[in-house]
């Protein structure tokens, strides 16, 4: 068998497994793993310096999760947005492709936490292939998001068949997988898996780090793989209450990231998914990292700080306000703070920002 595949069978999922490896386990958390299933597999687990540390926050479950009375079992409306189930067809041109069910750990702040690792999310050939269908038969669709559960958690074969048949639909242009398993299990990624996805380019791969604790050797080799395949690579990264949520932690995870080649692609506000609200922090916290970032680091490794609108609004991007005034002359604000000024063309009037009108294809 794969090495991966054995690190995933020796994970642990239930709480008396926990004093095993730490001193201080947290108490009643059964009836939390009862909802909300727990796997840490021990490559993650071995990365855990201390109980409370930020990546023990993002896997070992905690009461609080029992405790949130704010939060939605489905806060995008993913569910009313799927014409064919486990596929989202929010935006014309591009859908999110839930294949697998699985991950290589639970976050805790997953924002499909209802359903990851539950029975409430069925995957099978059949809704595979009725997914693929609706690709097939929706030419509007150009960019296809495999996501999950996480699919590079599946077999190769059966991965192989699904971009396969994704990259036999005409219209489909690119393919995005997107899978926590660089950061998660970096061991995943084998020259197998690389040299199969290489072969229905352009694909790309997001992925997801927190926190550079997470960037360790073995990440870089995943990431190294994936890269020298030809794969771009970025990142999603989510903001997490007394994980990351500091300009500093997040710089040095943002340099790390390009270091092992991932460009940092979105950095999110945390979803109102029910279970949740323990990590979630106020957009101000977000806005003020953006501030911290922008024009002080490499612009590479700035992300889009967004929010992903509760109701399926879709994703709503976040920046701090640079701009004072915009008539005959832009009146804005650099990084330092310093006003400056640009004369606005005046045959461009026309094409000002004109707040609240819908583009073509909005309904
Ligand atoms: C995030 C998401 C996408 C992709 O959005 P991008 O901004 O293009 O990365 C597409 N569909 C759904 C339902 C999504 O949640
Ligand atoms: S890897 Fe992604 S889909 Fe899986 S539990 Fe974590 S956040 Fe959710």
Same mark, same amino acid.
């Given at each position: 068998m794969n090495r991966w595949k054995t690190l995933l069978q020796k994970s642990i999922s239930k709480a008396e497994q926990l004093p095993a490896h730490f001193p201080t386990p947290p108490g009643d958390i059964d009836r939390v793993i009862d909802i909300y299933p727990m796997r840490i597999n021990p490559y993650y687990l071995s990365l855990i310096k201390q109980p409370g540390d930020a990546l023990w926050r993002q896997v070992v479950p905690d009461r609080l999760e029992f405790y949130d009375t704010d939060g939605m079992d489905d806060p995008l409306n993913e569910e009313n947005l799927s014409p064919v189930p486990n596929l989202v067809h929010k935006y014309p041109d591009r859908v999110l492709f839930l294949v697998h069910n699985q991950c290589a750990v639970y976050c805790r702040f997953c924002t499909r936490k209802r359903k990851v690792g539950t029975r409430a999310m069925h995957v099978s050939l059949e809704t *595979?292939?009725?997914g693929i269908?609706? *690709?097939?038969?929706?030419?509007?669709?150009?960019?296809?998001?495999?996501?999950?559960?996480?699919p590079l958690l599946m077999d190769d074969d059966r991965l192989d068949y699904i971009l396969a048949s994704l990259r036999a639909i005409k219209h489909v242009e690119i393919i995005r997988i997107g899978s926590r398993v660089p950061c998660t299990l970096p061991m995943r990624v084998t020259k197998k898996l690389a040299a199969m996805i290489k072969q229905y380019h352009p694909v790309y791969i997001n992925t997801h780090f927190n926190h550079p604790a997470e960037i360790t050797p073995e990440a870089a080799t995943a990431c190294k793989r994936l890269a020298d395949a030809g794969i771009p690579l970025g990142s999603q990264t989510v903001l997490l209450k007394g994980i990351n949520d500091d300009p500093e932690i997040i710089k040095e995870l943002l340099y790390k990231l390009l270091r092992i080649r991932v460009k940092p692609y979105y950095l999110f506000q945390t979803d109102m998914t029910k279970g949740t609200n323990h990590f979630r922090v106020p957009v101000e916290k977000g806005l003020e990292i953006m501030q911290h970032l922008i024009g002080h680091v490499s612009g590479m490794a700035v992300p889009t700080f967004a929010?992903?609108?509760?109701?399926?609004?879709?994703k709503i991007p /976040? /920046?701090?306000?640079?701009i004072e005034h915009i008539g005959?002359? /832009?009146?804005f604000q650099n990084y330092c703070g310093i006003t400056c000024t640009y004369d606005n063309p005046s045959d461009k009037k026309e094409m000002r920002l004109v707040h609240g009108k819908k583009t073509a294809h909005c309904r």
């Open positions: *595979i292939k009725a269908n609706y *690709i097939k038969e929706t030419t509007t669709v150009k960019d296809v998001l495999v996501s999950g559960g996480d929010v992903d609108a509760p109701g399926g609004g879709g /976040l /920046l701090p306000n640079y005959d002359q /832009l009146v």
